[in-house]
């Protein structure tokens, strides 16, 4: 049986493209999602990936997750750590709720997640740990204080998380996609998602499936020698160093 793939949020958008993209490599694919019972079973369904719902800012939920697919599928050597929502406002209106949701999801879920897998893939001496990121934890965005923050959270947890694990074959990484097309995207009013295409050098939104290829590549035995990296993919919208 090929090595076993959790792809949290794995239903819709990047994370979807993800699972499809590892089913097709050869991986034992779970996908995770939060609410929308009908898209993950339709998914499910169209691609055979198994789908398992839970909410990833829960840490006994994750935990209790996590034990599911494994007894379903096998132990996990693969985490893809996607899940993410976005509650954006002006930090000076924002409420307590929007910047306490949005680290629930984007930034606790990278614990909550993480533990559960991690002594098994140190045991085992084998794991990737593939983290979703943004743009806008680089460069900053107008109306998304609370999601930027959450974001920027995971370079730390990636990069100290990578040093703790190197020598136990286990890589760390972090994707930082700039603006791919998504229904979280689509929910830009029409108005701002014009400039924010006129700051794209390539001139169009990304693909899920352009994400899926790079996270393909570090779930892989190739991507060995690759640990702690913050890698951009965003049409040349932030040329980060
Ligand atoms: P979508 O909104 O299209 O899909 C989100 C997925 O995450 C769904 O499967 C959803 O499940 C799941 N999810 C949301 N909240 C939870 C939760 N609490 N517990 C478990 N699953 C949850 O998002 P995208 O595909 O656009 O984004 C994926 C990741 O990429 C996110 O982390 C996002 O921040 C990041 N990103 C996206 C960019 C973009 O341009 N789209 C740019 C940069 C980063 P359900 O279907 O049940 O709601």
Redesign the pocket.
Known sequence: MGKVALV?????????AVSIGLKAAGYTVAA?????VE??NAFQAETGIPVFQ????DVEGCAAGVRTVETALGAIDILVN?????RDGWFHKMEPDQWSSVMR??LD?MFSMTRPVIEGMRDRGFGRIIN?????AQKGQLGQVN?ATA?AGIIGFTKALALENARKGITVNCI?????D????MAVPPKVMEGILGQIPVGRL?K?EEIAALVAYLASDASAFMTGAVLSINGGQYMAN
């Open positions: 949290t949020g794995g239903t819709r958008g990047i994370g979807a995770s999602f939060a609410g929308n898209k993950a839970w909410d990833v800012g996607n899940a993410g929502i976005t999801t984007n879920s979703i990121s943004s743009i806008n999601y974001k930082c996609p700039g603006y791919i998504t229904d979280m995207v990304g899920s």
